[in-house]
């Protein structure tokens, strides 16, 4: 069976966990079918990937026009597979097309769900209604859908309402145990200036309003003086956001040391380290469908505070591998907090309790890299996969 695996991210241009995903599903893949990838941006040298530029005809026009560009050309190149595969609306008009144009089944993952993200129409104007059509025409017609959490199975149903429920399959995300594991090394703190004398508290995320990080930064003014706030902080979705955090950065820094500001992709070595010695690590997130950063850092034996929102509670033990606080969102659809004072008040609390209790902290650390090595691993995740295919193809 040949596996077509559509998706815009994959090594070395990851900057999400759908990216984590799309390649760790491959690995895994390999060791029993053929799969070819076929992803979006510079050409890649691993065996059976192939990646698509955005055609340069379209030239300014909206990004999201030009995914749908690039696209076109990959479900072409889909002709000869036995099923696709698509991930993220970036791919999902590719994988929709290509089941039509070669008579093969479509399956779609969903990392997560547009309608559920209308802050992106301030990063891609009419793009953003671009991107939710390709999402929901794709999961109207696809052969199967799998959904990250069994909370992401519900929005699903409930965004979509003309999707058949028996279509929608839960199959969680995982995580390669052996690439997270502690590691008691120190050599990158000292390189980003991070003392491993102080409690670190933890944040990798992108700079979006999807990740929370201005909840935490609002939080950070009443956590105890003694730790440290180290924040790993991806590419900014819109200038906007990007302002907003680096005023917070600043007015926070003026009011206590210990805030550590680290731009850009990390490598896994200090990744690790950093997950390792964080005496917390904090997802604020204001929409998570799963989280794999929360599996990243309970794998490498770190306590987390997270919100209790989407599929983090299914990641996330309250009381068992960290500590869950209450989320309420705005009933406008915005996605914003209700009481964004009440939230960080919440999210303070929560990390100081672990700040307070280094015990604590350690034994839902410990806690937490079992429950992953259990339940989380990627050969699983392959093989619940392969199932949906195989019922598909036959």
């Known amino acids: 069976m040949r596996i077509d695996l559509v998706t815009r991210e994959y090594p070395p241009e990851v900057y999400g966990g759908a990216g984590v995903h799309a390649a760790e599903l491959t690995r895994a893949l390999r060791r029993s079918a053929q799969v070819q990838v076929r992803c979006l ?123 058949e429920p028996s279509r929608v399959h839960v199959i969680h995300n995982g995580i390669d145990t052996e690439a997270y594991r502690p590691d008691p090394r120190t050599d990158a703190l000292v390189r980003f200036g991070v003392d491993p004398e102080r409690p670190i508290v933890l944040f990798v995320g992108r700079v979006t309003r999807q990740k929370g990080l201005p909840q935490l930064l609002r939080a950070a003014f009443a956590l105890r003086p003694e730790a440290q706030l180290v924040l790993c902080c991806g590419q900014p979705d819109t200038p906007e956001i990007a302002a907003e955090v680096a005023d917070l950065v600043t007015e926070l820094s003026r009011a206590r040391d210990g805030v550590v500001r680290i731009d850009g992709m990390l490598d896994g070595r200090s990744l690790r380290q950093l997950l390792t010695h964080a005496r917390v690590f904090v997802c604020p997130s204001l929409y998570e469908p799963m989280g794999i950063v929360n599996l990243e850092a309970m794998a490498c034996g770190t306590a987390v505070v997270a919100t209790a929102v989407g599929g983090i509670p ?21 996605g914003e907090p209700a009481d964004p004072e009440e939230l960080a008040r919440a999210l303070a609390a929560a990390v100081n309790r672990l700040l307070d209790d280094p015990d604590l902290a350690e034994l839902l650390g410990a806690a937490g890299r079992r429950r992953v090595v259990e339940r989380f691993s990627w050969t699983g995740v392959a093989e619940r996969t392969l199932r949906v295919y195989e019922k598909l193809v036959g």
């Open 41 to 163: 941006g510079a050409p890649r040298s691993e065996p059976d990937t192939r990646a698509y530029p955005l055609p340069s005809d379209l030239g300014d026009a909206n990004a999201a026009l030009r995914f749908l560009g690039a696209d076109l050309r990959i479900a072409a190149d889909c002709a000869g597979a036995d099923l696709v595969h698509s991930h993220t609306w970036y791919a999902n008009a590719a994988g929709q097309l290509a089941g039509l144009l070669h008579g093969i089944p479509h399956v779609m993952t969903l990392h997560s769900l547009e309608p559920l993200r209308p802050w992106k129409a301030e990063q891609l104007g009419g793009g953003y209604a671009l991107s939710s059509w390709m999402e929901r025409s794709a999961a109207g017609t696809a052969d199967a859908l799998i959904a990250v959490s069994a909370a992401m199975r519900e929005d699903i149903l409930t965004a979509y309402p003309q999707v």
């Open 314 to 334: 299914e990641v996330v033990e309250d009381g068992g591998t960290g500590l869950l606080v209450g989320y309420r969102p705005r009933p406008d659809g915005t």
